[in-house]
């Protein structure tokens, strides 16, 4: 099991974006200051040589369809302003803005010991997490497991039984069979968009990052996970679920636990997503809530289904393969080109593209190209991170996991695409943070951002800071107002904190009025 002893370092983004590889070779290799920056005035199809003519045309127009201006980026911006304060004040199909019931930042001083439980769209994580009442200190021991790709298209019951198992697994591991009298308080990280009548209870809305599992949705998981706990787990250890969190909010509420500049939860990851506090007076659908106007809650935007209408965002043809591809046509379209879990499909659809036109890999067998998952995030910033002359990584990696012998040429078009689909990527999420800083008149704030898709990737969040400069139309001599900074637990640690919240404030009431 891990143990960890602190928040994770938080990270302030730079403010440019500086070259740390050699001097262009034969490759003609870009600083990142070029080759990363899509409003460069440089094209990066002018670094590629010795390109076919017709490869050349297909990147050109490749190139064109993937880069996205700030005209658009502020477009974007500006109608997702819109629709964040149109979901506030009453409730839109498809378009949460769930209010968690969370109220207000910790105060630094929580103390307890609780149970994490985590689950994203990848892993599952189970955690003992010892608050010990010191600004910003904990201990907190954790175990993780793969969630098995057959029970994300399988039942409730297969799903909640495989995670009450490893719940009774790691309680037996650290607590002796009746060491405790009492229920242990557990919070439960659930990264999908719900609806919550209080604090301790949630009705899925609907599956996102391509889960479906039946038997789920317009139900309360919090029911469903304690049946399953008391199931497999029973009076021997009694666990009781005393917070329902989103990963964002969670990781809103551990990073401002040791940096009160924090003012936004973001999630850069399988999912793509950010939590901000609002005051319950500018939140009419919950009028009727009697808290006071000045209460601070956290939001769940829940963003990633922003613009399912196509009405500003720059879909191309093969996010719409990805969407009609995914369990969910229609939903999540934001998402769908934001985050890790499509990345490694959209360059799997252009590769895909090129070769059966014949303008690549000729001669070569790409039948693993037309597998859905054949390429991954991870595949994407390792081929980034080759900076040698000849790329010889690129090579093995796509020769290791696709069994295709790239051509010279065509290992250099190779990171030329992932850095276009990268590069997108980063631009289109900065819309979401921009947004929320204009909706709520932020001038200056530290963005906490979970996620080992942003956390391992430099290069994204300098792609990122630098489009928050574009949006928010910086002068070029001043530093970020906004920084993207790791916050590499809010799923654990920020659970923790809210359950430690709710049990000293009795939020455990009914509060939704809407």
Known sequence: MDVVHSLPSQVRTPKGIHDESAEAGEFGQQSLSQNDMQCADVSKIACLREIPSDLLTSLEELDNTFTVDVATLRKITDHLVAELEKVLTRSVSGKPMNVTWVKGYPSGHEKGNF???????????????????????????????????????????????????EVRSFVHQRLNAGQTSSKIPLAFTFSYPVHQPCIDRGVLQRWTKDFDVAGVEGSDVVIQLEAALERKVGELLPVRVVALVNDTTGTLIASSYSDPEVKIGSIFGTGCNAAYMEECGSIPKIKNSGLPADTLIAINTEYGAFDSEHKVLPQTRFDKEIDRLSPRPGQQSYEKMVASLYLGGLLRLVLLELGETGKMFKGQDI?????????????????????????????????????????????????????????????????GIAAICKKKKIDRCHVGVDGSAF????????????????????????????????????????????????????????????
């Not at 900076?387 to 790239?406: N, S």
């Not at 430099?458 to 070029?476: G, S």
């Open 115 to 165: 149970l994490a439980l985590d689950m994203g769209g990848t892993n599952l994580r189970v955690c003992e997490v010892d608050l010990s009442g010191g600004q910003g200190e904990f201990e907190i021991t954790q175990k993780e497991y793969r969630i098995p790709d057959e029970l994300k298209t399988g039942t409730a019951d297969q799903l909640w039984d495989f995670i009450a198992e």
């Open 367 to 431: 039948s693993r190209l037309r597998t859905k998952f054949a390429i991954n995030c991870q595949l994407l910033t390792e081929i980034e991170a080759d900076h040698t002359q000849t790329l010889t990584g690129v090579r093995d990696l796509f020769k290791t996991q696709l069994g295709i012998e790239l051509a010279p040429h065509e290992r250099r078009v190779l990171q030329f695409l992932t850095e276009l689909i990268g590069a997108r990527a980063a631009r289109l999420y900065a819309c």
């Open 455 to 514: 956390s391992k990737n430099a290069v994204f969040q300098e792609r990122a800071a630098q489009a928050l400069r574009e949006i928010l139309q910086w002068p070029d001599d001043t530093e970020d107002k906004i920084t993207l900074q790791c916050a590499q637990d809010g799923s654990g640690v920020g659970a923790a904190l809210i359950a430690s919240l709710a049990l000293e404030r009795g939020d455990g009431a009914v509060h939704s009025a809407s």
